[in-house]
């Protein structure tokens, strides 16, 4: 499996998904722009982190945000990507505000793409930090924006483009990274700057994201060994979800709305799924045996609660190759009853959304995972 078949299996996933992530794109910098020991009361120090490819000064370069608990020496960590920015994030009134394009939301909170002071803490239900520290765990995320503005012309002022030699014309060309790719890419930039900070026991990073920014994790987690536990918060279709069901968003839903995630051949399975040469279970088994976490919401039917239940089952023959324990099933673990094997798994009740009932689980399976050895 690891000498020959993860690595077909990749290839096929670079091809007819998410686009081969380049890797020429010189070596990243990372200054530290500022450090605040007493953050969240005291909790824990705060560091803001300006990441920047010299080689390519086109892209503008993203800030990574890290909380590290205080009093504990080398703690494990979790990283992921936010909709909203670092000050959405974080309820303190000290993280700059990010300048960068966002999304307009209902709301009306964003104006002409930009954040307003109204955005803080808008998204911190989704990232219980003070929770999560408590638990020993450190937390590093950037805004996806920086990265890639989410909008099919993002490329034009995101990573993709600041990378591309021939600009304009060579995004969708067969083959090349969609959005999901590059973002994807900035979570091993993360995982880079982990392994320079001792306070980080970087042998122990778990990968996060939700929806879009759940198949993002997968994707890097597919990637990049040193994501040590990757978990996927309701991603759906183009994530954790089998393409082959087509209950909620289809393939060819998600390649008409969001054609900018994927690389270009992806389309071409829309309404016709079978003629991938790959599905879903087989993005999760290439983690393996790496500890994956899947988890759905009943009222998240879009993401296809079993479909992504499935891949999580289907993966288990992979788990089984290195002596690990998947999914015990084929039938769906009940609603608010999580199941954790050598991967993970539950339906909770509600809707779209990342809760603390998703993190306590998290943070159980990391515990286990990440912590024992
Ligand atoms: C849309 C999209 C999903 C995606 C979700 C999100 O609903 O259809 O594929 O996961 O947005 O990222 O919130």
Known sequence: WMNSRRGEILKLFEQHVYGKTPTNLGAPKFEVTATKMDALGGLATRKFIHVSLPERPAWQGMDVM??????????P?????????????????????STRWMRESKDKH?????????????????????????????VATAYYGDIEPDHADGWKEGLRAAVSRAGVNTTWRGGEWGAIGAWAWGLSRIADFLQTES??????LAVIGHSRLGKTSLWAGAQDERFGVVISNNSGEGGAA????????TTAIIT????????????????????????MHMLIALAAPRPVYVASAV????????????SLWHAG????LFGRVGMPSEQMPGVDMPVQTDVGYHIRSGKHDVTDYDWQQYVKFADRHLKAH
């Not at 964003?110 to 450190?138: D, Q």
């Not at 089998?242 to 968003?249: A, H, I, P, Q």
Request: hydrophobic share 40%; aromatic share 12%; charged share 25%.
């Open 66 to 75: 890290l909380y590290l608990p205080n009093g504990v020496k080398a703690a």
């Open 77 to 97: 960590c979790f990283v992921g990507l936010s909709f909203g920015g670092n000050h959405a994030v974080s309820v303190e009134k000290d993280v700059p505000l």
């Open 317 to 320: 023959s992979v788990y089984r």
């Open 110 to 138: 964003i104006v002409n793409h930009k954040a307003t002071e109204a955005t803080r803490g808008s998204e911190s239900s989704r990232w219980p930090l003070e929770k999560i520290l408590k638990a020993g765990f450190a």
């Open 242 to 249: 089998l393409m082959r069901r087509d209950f909620g968003e």
């Open 199 to 204: 306070q980080i026991d970087a042998r122990h």
């Open 299 to 310: 009222e998240d039917q879009w993401a296809d609660p079993r479909g992504e239940y499935l």
């Open 256 to 279: 008409k709305v969001f054609p900018h995630w994927f690389t270009s051949q992806y389309a071409n399975y829309a309404g016709r799924a079978a003629a991938c040469p790959i599905d």
